[in-house]
């Protein structure tokens, strides 16, 4: 396990089982153990849902199906730490972009979320459509968002390709572009793009917010989002979404400052609430993500990751009775949706 993890006899054992959404152990899970410098590794677990890592001291976090956990390990001790996997959401805050109102909100990670946040990036371009520019940037933009509109990222992502090199000041090209090679799964090449868009007019605040939509985390946990939502909230300190956007790439104890900055600005903004829950879980301290789980549904009663994820608040904290009532709300919501409960 490399250098970072003693290979002495003085090890900490962390153990733990990871948990479906109906709280069944899940086997075949991917577990990963990051130490404080980021090192890795990972395991799967067993048949019965169990993992175990044996480690030096220090300060890890344990990843598994969308729940994160920190842990502080102690050699010759034992620390059990379970993991509940996470629906992949996508009821995202609400705010308006080229004239169109987005309901996402950074809540998952899985492929159904990318497949989300995609659509709802292909939705909007449409309506850049009208954006200022000549009549021959006009015709190539249309063109690409046609397509990109009927899933043919790859030939979308050629058109766009060529109007940024005869547009290079077109930031609703560079968005396009961006956009395309998303659907194509291209996120490095991706980021790239969507990074250029937010540098052309660093004040513009649009390019921002079709970043703020990427699910994928080989871009929303890279440096180059996290510097550029830093720079979204220092340029924007009355954008509540700058604010949240920027909370979500900090660590726990920084994100809170700026997720309550969010929701002091939009009393509204269910995600700000969502994400200090979450925090309040990861530190174990349950009653306090009750407390901002049901702020998130006075916020928003729509919200499907609101709900389930109070469930588990209840359930972890020992209060069955309503932790079953909010699961049943989310699977209601989940069911109208059209998303599986799993």
Known sequence: ????????????????????????????????????????????????????????????????????????????????????????????????AAGVTDYTYRGGHGSDAVFRSTESMASALKEERTGVGGVEEGEIFEQGTDLLNRHSAQAAAEVFLKGAGLFPQSVRMLLGMASALYAESEYDEAARWFFKATDLVPTDSKPYLYLGRVKAKQITESKGYQERMARFAKLHPENALANYYYGTTLPDDRSREELRKAFAIDPHLA???????????????????????????????????????????????????????????????????????H
């Not at 395991?43 to 994160?68: C, H, I, N, P, W």
């Open 1 to 96: 396990m490399n250098g970072w993890q003693a290979t002495v006899a003085a090890l900490c054992v962390v153990t733990g089982t990871v948990y479906d959404t109906q709280h069944h152990p899940l086997a075949s899970a991917k577990v990963v153990l990051q130490s404080a410098n980021k090192n890795e590794v990972t395991m799967q677990t067993d048949s019965a849902g169990a993992f175990q890592f044996k480690v030096a001291g220090g300060s890890y976090t344990l990843r598994a199906e969308g729940d994160t956990v920190t842990i502080n390990a102690v050699p010759a001790k034992t620390i059990t730490a379970d993991l509940q996997a996470q629906p992949a959401f996508f009821d995202q805050p609400q705010y308006t």
């Open 271 to 341: 995600a700000a609430h969502v994400a200090l829950g979450a925090i309040a879980m990861r530190a174990r301290d349950y009653s306090d993500a009750v407390r901002e789980f049901r702020e998130a549904i006075a916020a928003d009663p729509q919200s499907e990751e609101a709900h389930y994820r109070l469930s588990e608040a209840y359930r972890l904290s020992g209060d069955s009775a309503k932790a079953k009532e909010e699961l049943a709300i989310f699977q209601k919501l989940s069911r109208a949706s059209g998303r599986p409960t």
